[in-house]
């Protein structure tokens, strides 16, 4: 008799992959900690979250696991003081994250390629430099000069999460040979 | 009531993916008030049966049936279980909380939540504790706090999952204690432990499991592994490399703000070619003298002279430094061993066809020689420690430290480790450092034994 | 390890990073977080409206009567400000070329004044919050499922910064390239991926079983719905001591980068 697990959480994560997802959050956390004391440079958080928003979808491939880890990292950085922006943190990490889960939810198995992890890695992060474009356009910014500060700030958002997002492909690959997660485990 | 609080009946459970079964035919009862244990050499199921009683096993296939009895307070859970790690068992931050956790689950009215917080505590002796932080605590504290949580549940059956692994000699005398206590007051409980002989007072049954199998069933305590290793009977000959020293720290200071001194003007001189042992309670600074000698922790203040370097950096002792910190197996990343213990020789700069004969020799001296091949993080925790051993060993470096080697190995594996390591002086002019809290399996090893106390090493008596 | 407070750059920054807890005590500290919450989304709020000299002028002084009721000094206001002000020398030279100055400057001003009005209550939510205060006030409009999930994934902050710590330092020891001036060469970008994430990702794999079993073994999740503690049936306030192990204690958060 097979012994099956419970789900815990949104109707489709056992316990076990909700946890491994919060721990994605934690990584999240404490990477972007971590870069904020030595590197100020403009996006450089998004090398990170890109990555592990890629991972956590690769680790646990159903759709909903990088909203879940968004979700998770923005209330852990609200918690221990680590976003600038209050309420708008959320909104940064959720729109990257329902891209990719959206990514997920169009081509299941996107994260094993280098092209896919990279072109999805930009678009998120561009969005999220959108979501300071929001504020900026709510507060009556004029349009010609938002749209000149959101071209650098996108591209700056944009090459660091398409760089950290080229990683993802390798690291998924050694974590199946090493039998950590299913080989090509039916994504849903 | 029941006199039988378990009952496992002809009970297989083979792993998702796995060719055998972990578990074959286990049939065997527990009665009310008895303190059973499991025992058995590393991989033979005593964790999986135990994840079997309490429903927790995930996947696989299983037959047969396990019964537990239901508690005496219906809503109580039938079984509670503390396992062997206690950093990842302890979810809360405080230790209110912690206690807290089971009862807030079982929908415990808050009142009566607080008054088991204080039961728990004062059974572990924690009391008082209750808005302390968790991390804080020692590994003993810990595992103590993680009992308090299971008792506050107030379950039928206490099951215990190699509980002082982790702990030194004071941590588990104190464990010993209060599941003295706790047996004294009728509790039943099942324990799987490699090494029962702290607890021989209080075990009334043996269960040894051989291979998923349960080959005896009686209260005789089992017998103590004996193997000597001829390796260990060569003692250290200044004849072999003179009297020039590899490691000499003079009035070593190192303090933290948390803690305040660990180290107080420690001072060692260790010849070329000598296995040393270095032993200390939890908390004396072991770690922290390793990591000085290392380059990985900046004193306060004294000499370190380490392998021809004055005062190493992180990154400086390359190649001629090799260290195998506490549960090695977490440095594991290759797609094969042989890649794992190529690395750090390619690093190194080693030419190809070197490295490919460095790595099968030491393999070979490692006992491992059938996994290069293999996935890493696939073999079992015993495998991936020689594995880690094998590539601090590989450079041949001329020290190798030992952070607490032994943990979460059984006795067998611990004397297979050591005897790889006395072979190492001999071998490659390695000379090796071991510091733990736990006496050596066989203290013959050492050509010399240290104590680390109060901040200071001295020398302790043959 | 660390053996004492992270040590910051100093340039044209201040000591530590914006937005960290200030342990002190000030009328704002004492509101509940979740009225603090509400009269900082108000406040961000008000912001938008703030496009005449004569209405910024008051946002301005009330938004800064705020912050400094909560006893934060001159200080903390330019650490929390100082990325926005970085961003106004690019606004409003930017306003300056496309209408001129003298058309220019206002709007330019006015702009980052208004960026600035809307993120500044966050920050005094921040400074003013504990992560026990912060955690109470979610458990109250979360999920509880969720709700664990945020509290472990903090919870467990401490361990995986103490993994990374260990994994850096025996990767180092082995040959890997991270130091810091290592990692400004993207030819060394897979061993930082290859030696300390993967084994990171492991280790999270290994302790999220633990976990999930720890809390199952102890009903987590059996009921729809679960009791709580009262805190102030154990005495002193929950959380006082263990708040300075997750925020550190002079409140800032004790992470290190890879380093030296």
């Given at each position: 008799m097979e012994q099956t697990e419970r789900i815990y959480i949104w109707r489709r994560f056992t316990l076990r992959e909700a946890v491994l997802l919060c721990f994605?959050?934690?990584?999240?956390?404490?990477?972007?900690?971590?870069?904020?004391?030595?590197?100020?440079?403009?996006?450089?958080?998004?090398?990170?979250?890109?990555?592990?928003?890629?991972?956590?979808?690769?680790?646990?491939?159903?759709?909903?696991?990088?909203?879940?880890?968004?979700?998770?990292?923005?209330?852990?950085?609200?918690?221990?003081?680590?976003?600038?922006?209050?309420?708008?943190?959320?909104?940064?990490?959720?729109?990257?994250?329902?891209?990719?889960?959206?990514?997920?939810?169009?081509?299941?198995?996107?994260?094993?390629?280098?092209?896919?992890?990279?072109?999805?890695?930009?678009?998120?992060s561009l969005l999220r430099a959108g979501a300071n474009t929001g504020v900026e356009w709510l507060l009556g910014m004029d349009e010609e000069i938002m749209l000149q500060k959101t071209v650098i700030s996108a591209?700056?958002?944009?090459?660091?999460?398409?760089?950290?997002?080229?990683?993802?492909?390798?690291?998924?690959r050694r974590l199946r040979k090493n039998g950590l997660i299913d080989q090509g485990a039916a994504a849903t | 009531m029941h006199d039988r609080v378990l009952e496992i009946e002809r009970f297989d459970f083979t792993y998702h993916?796995?060719?055998?079964?972990?578990l074959e035919g286990i049939s065997c009862a527990v009665r009310r008030g008895e303190f059973v244990c499991l025992t058995g050499d590393s991989g033979c199921g005593k964790s999986t049966l135990l994840l079997a009683v309490m429903g927790l096993l995930r996947g696989g296939r299983r037959q047969g049936a396990i019964r537990v009895a239901p508690a005496e307070d219906e809503a109580a859970p039938s079984a509670g279980i503390l396992f062997q790690v206690p950093d990842s068992q302890i979810l809360c931050s405080t230790v209110a909380e912690e206690v807290a956790f089971g009862p807030e689950n079982l929908c415990v009215a808050p009142d009566e939540i607080a008054i088991r917080v204080r039961e728990g505590l004062r059974a572990v002796g924690l009391e008082g504790e209750e808005a302390r932080s968790v991390e804080r605590f020692s590994a003993g504290q810990k595992q103590r706090l993680a009992l308090a949580s299971v008792l506050s549940m107030r379950p039928g059956l206490i099951l215990l999952d190699e509980p002082?692994?982790?702990?030194?000699?004071?941590?588990?005398?104190?464990?010993?204690?209060?599941?003295?206590?706790?047996?004294?007051?009728?509790?039943?409980?099942?324990?799987?432990?490699?090494?029962?002989?702290?607890?021989?007072?209080?075990?009334?049954?043996?269960?040894?499991?051989?291979?998923?199998?349960?080959?005896?069933?009686?209260?005789?305590?089992?017998?103590?592994?004996?193997?000597?290793?001829?390796?260990?009977?060569?003692?250290?000959?200044?004849?072999l490399y003179g009297t020039r020293p590899v490691l000499d720290v003079q009035g070593l200071d190192v303090a933290y703000p948390e803690t305040g001194r660990v180290l107080k003007r420690a001072t060692l001189r260790v010849c070329r070619g000598e296995r040393v042992h270095l032993f200390g309670q939890n908390g004396a600074g072991k770690s922290s003298f390793l990591r000085c000698l290392a380059g990985l922790l900046p004193a306060d203040s004294g000499r370190v002279w380490v392998a021809g370097t004055e005062k190493p950096g992180p990154g400086t002792l390359r190649g001629r430094l090799g260290f195998l910190m506490q549960n090695p197996a977490r440095q594991l990343f290759a797609e094969t061993v042989r890649e794992e213990v190529a690395f750090s020789l390619e690093r190194l700069s080693y030419p190809a066809e070197e490295i490919d004969r460095i790595v099968d020799e030491t393999l070979s001296f490692c006992?491992?020689?059938?996994?290069?091949?293999?996935?890493?993080?696939?073999?079992?925790?015993?495998?991936?420690?020689?594995?880690?051993?094998?590539?601090?060993?590989?450079?041949?470096?001329?020290?190798?430290?030992?952070?607490?080697?032994?943990?979460?190995?059984?006795?067998?594996?611990?004397?297979?480790?050591?005897?790889?390591?006395?072979?190492?002086?001999?071998?490659?002019?390695?000379?090796?450092?071991?510091?733990?809290?736990?006496?050596?399996p066989d203290r013959r090893w050492a050509d010399r034994s240290l104590h680390l106390q109060e901040g200071g090493i001295a020398e302790r008596a043959a | 390890m660390q053996k004492g407070p992270?040590?910051?750059?100093?340039?044209?920054?201040?000591?530590?990073?914006?937005?960290?807890?200030?342990?002190?005590?000030?009328?704002?500290?004492?509101?509940?977080?979740?009225?603090?919450?509400?009269?900082?989304?108000?406040?961000?709020?008000?912001?938008?409206?703030?496009?005449?000299?004569?209405?910024?002028?008051?946002?301005?002084m009330g938004t800064l009567a705020y912050y400094l009721s909560a006893r934060l000094t001159l200080r903390d206001l330019w650490c929390d400000v100082r990325?926005?002000?970085?961003?106004?020398?690019?606004?409003?030279?930017?306003?300056?070329?496309?209408?001129?100055?003298?058309?220019?400057?206002?709007?330019?001003?006015?702009?980052?004044?208004?960026?600035?009005?809307?993120?500044?209550p966050g920050a005094v939510f921040l400074r003013t919050t504990r992560t026990s205060e912060a955690m109470a006030a979610l458990r109250r409009i979360v999920p509880y499922r969720l709700s664990f999930l945020v509290f472990v994934s903090v919870r467990f902050v401490p361990l995986f910064f103490r993994e990374l710590e260990e994994i850096v330092a025996l990767q180092r020891l082995r040959g890997a390239r991270l130091s810091p001036r290592e990692q400004m060469n993207p030819r060394n970008w897979p061993d930082l991926f290859n030696c300390v994430v993967l084994p990171l990702m492991v280790r999270a794999f290994r302790t999220a079983d633990e976990v999930s079993r720890s809390a199952e073994a102890r009903a987590f999740?059996?009921?729809?719905?679960?009791?709580?503690?009262?805190?102030?049936?154990?005495?002193?306030?929950?959380?006082?001591?263990?708040?300075?192990?997750?925020?550190?204690?002079?409140?800032?958060y004790p992470v290190k980068a890879l380093t030296d």
């Open positions: 994605c959050a934690t990584l999240i956390v404490l990477t972007r900690a971590g870069l904020r004391l030595h590197l100020h440079l403009p996006g450089h958080v998004m090398f990170f979250t890109m990555f592990f928003f890629l991972l956590a979808r690769g680790c646990v491939p159903k759709v909903g696991a990088a909203t879940l880890v968004g979700l998770i990292t923005s209330l852990a950085s609200v918690i221990l003081g680590m976003g600038s922006g209050g309420a708008m943190v959320l909104v940064k990490f959720l729109l990257p994250a329902l891209v990719v889960d959206l990514a997920g939810l169009i081509a299941p198995a996107f994260v094993t390629s280098l092209l896919a992890c990279a072109t999805v890695g930009v678009l998120a591209g700056m958002n944009g090459l660091w999460g398409g760089l950290g997002a080229l990683a993802v492909p390798a690291i998924i | 993916g796995a060719a055998a079964p972990v002082t692994s982790q702990l030194d000699a004071a941590g588990k005398n104190e464990l010993v204690a209060i599941f003295a206590l706790l047996k004294a007051r009728g509790h039943t409980i099942v324990m799987a432990e490699h090494d029962p002989r702290p607890f021989t007072a209080l075990i009334d049954r043996y269960l040894r499991l051989e291979g998923g199998r349960l080959v005896r069933d009686d209260a005789t305590p089992p017998d103590q592994v004996r193997y000597r290793p001829k390796a260990f009977l060569l003692p250290y000959s200044a004849t006992g491992i020689a059938h996994l290069a091949e293999r996935a890493p993080l696939t073999l079992s925790f015993g495998e991936q420690h020689r594995v880690a051993l094998a590539t601090v060993v590989a450079p041949r470096p001329v020290l190798l430290l030992l952070d607490e080697p032994f943990a979460g190995l059984d006795f067998p594996q611990r004397l297979s480790l050591l005897a790889i390591l006395g072979r190492m002086p001999i071998r490659y002019g390695t000379t090796v450092l071991i510091a733990s809290h736990d006496e050596l | 992270p040590k910051f750059r100093t340039s044209l920054r201040s000591r530590g990073y914006p937005c960290r807890f200030a342990e002190h005590d000030s009328p704002v500290h004492r509101m509940g977080a979740g009225w603090k919450l509400l009269f900082g989304v108000f406040l961000s709020a008000l912001a938008a409206g703030g496009r005449t000299p004569l209405m910024q002028a008051i946002l301005v990325l926005f002000a970085f961003q106004a020398a690019m606004v409003i030279p930017l306003y300056c070329m496309l209408d001129g100055v003298e058309k220019g400057l206002w709007p330019g001003v006015r702009i980052s004044t208004q960026i600035v009005l809307f993120y500044l999740g059996l009921h729809r719905e679960r009791t709580y503690l009262d805190v102030a049936a154990m005495g002193r306030a929950d959380g006082e001591e263990a708040v300075s192990e997750v925020e550190g204690r002079d409140g800032a």
